[in-house]
């Protein structure tokens, strides 16, 4: 039949060559299913994405509480000379109220930091939120001093116990999110999200005092108990260490462990210093404001709120870019640079301040922050680093021990004015900015403690994430 040959239907699937009409081939056998080119199973990259897309849930829930949270601790300094007024405040209620800060949210982070990592727990994170913002929210009910003292405690001791374990997951999370670089980066987002609930809180504060009294800030309580509930339920099963940090940790030789543990001793006491400039400046702010508007306690401390709120800027925006530019393994010369640097700005503040009037000293205290604020982030994630397992430890040392032993701030600063705080500010402008000097030396301390760091250590721990 036009030269076809006939093809038995018993082997019709057997293939046939082209080329060479009628000839048949031999069977061949079956072929292997071939694999999709992407070698990814059927909806994979669809989970892969919906989990990346949980974890900056997560991310950025925790961003959103630690801003709500730092909005509280401010309160205490930024109202400072209303309290003074209006419960009649002695000089060393005065001191007592600006060391307890410091003292209640930073030591005890070494025992809240050490349980987060025995207990693998998250569980300091939400109901230090809860408590601290309900505690100093209530400040406006106090009578008298000791009930005063009583809400601080409290509330300063339940916001530190947040602090170890939020900024160990921000780093693991960042680091989940980002890969190389970005426990650096994840740390430097908590720490910029924690500024600007401060410059919330120093505005916020006042200006709630000045419209309704110090009794409206109950209204805050709000946000705080919000955020509690959201925080709980974004990362109670989230881990906040090193994904392999015990084949990092026991893989550290025992040289190269005593090596990281001094490095992250001279971090420690560098932040010790740098914490000290931080919790100093607030009570020199206050003197400064009072005395140039010794008659107007409510625009006094409106002025007060206004610099504080511009350090809180200072310190964000210096926390961001220096925790998210430093180079991995590159941090030592950017910490010694940026504390020579803020150690000028700490030591012209009230000078530019005289001379350029209230907006000088505003502008002056934001670039302060580059001392003593800007390389925070990048202390916290690389203590992590060098302690993998240990990231909570590392970062209540680096946070809360430091920030407690900066209790000292307000008995130095009276030491370098010459005077006890509550009539400081009768002293003449000249005095009271020269005071500004005192605090401008412990950053060059934090600069030569730097500048020990061992360089080749940090260069080898700078791909862990």
Known sequence: MCGWKRVPMSRIDVPVELNEPGAEAAPLKPVAPV????????????????????LAQRFWTLQASHLVIDIYPIFFTSL???????????EGQIVLLYATGPVFSGLPQVFFAWATDRLDSRICGWLGLLVGSVSI?????????????ALQIVGMTCTGM???IGAALSGQLGGRLKGAGGRGWGVSIFYTAGMVGGFLGAIGSTRINTQAGMRGLLWLVAPGLLLSALLWAAV???????????????????????????????????????FTVNTGLPVLFAVWAKSR???????ATNLNGNMLAALTVGMGVGGL????????????????????????TVALCGFVGSW??????????????????????????????????????????????????????????????GSDLKSAYRLSPGRIDAAFIGFAVLLLAAAALAALMPSGLLRRIADHH
């Open 35 to 54: 694999a999709p080119v992407a070698s990814v199973a059927p909806g994979e990259a669809e989970r892969a994405g919906g989990r990346r897309a949980t």
């Open 137 to 149: 929210s209530s400040i406006g009910l106090a009578q008298n001093f000791w009930q005063l003292w």
């Open 236 to 274: 109670r099963h989230i881990g906040h260490r090193h994904d392999n940090h015990r084949e990092m940790h026991s893989s550290i030789p025992p040289e190269e462990a005593r090596e990281r543990w001094r490095t992250v001793a001279l971090l420690f006491v560098g932040n010790v210093a740098r």
């Open 356 to 417: 350029l009037g209230p907006w000088g000293i505003i502008v002056m205290s934001g670039f302060t922050a580059l001392g003593f604020a800007a390389v925070i982030p990048t202390t916290i994630s690389l203590a992590q680093r060098l302690l993998p397992g240990r990231t909570g430890l590392a970062s209540g040392l680096m946070l809360g021990t430091s920030w407690g032993l900066s209790a000292a701030a307000p008995v130095m600063a009276s030491w370098f004015l």
């Open 80 to 90: 400072m000379l209303v309290l003074t007024e209006r419960l009649a405040l002695t």
């Open 162 to 164: 947040y602090h170890p």
């Open 293 to 299: 508007l010794p008659e107007d306690v409510v625009r």
């Open 321 to 344: 870019l220096a925790g998210r530019l430093t180079p991995q393994g590159r941090e030592k010369g950017v910490m010694v640079v940026l504390s020579l640097l803020g150690a000028a």
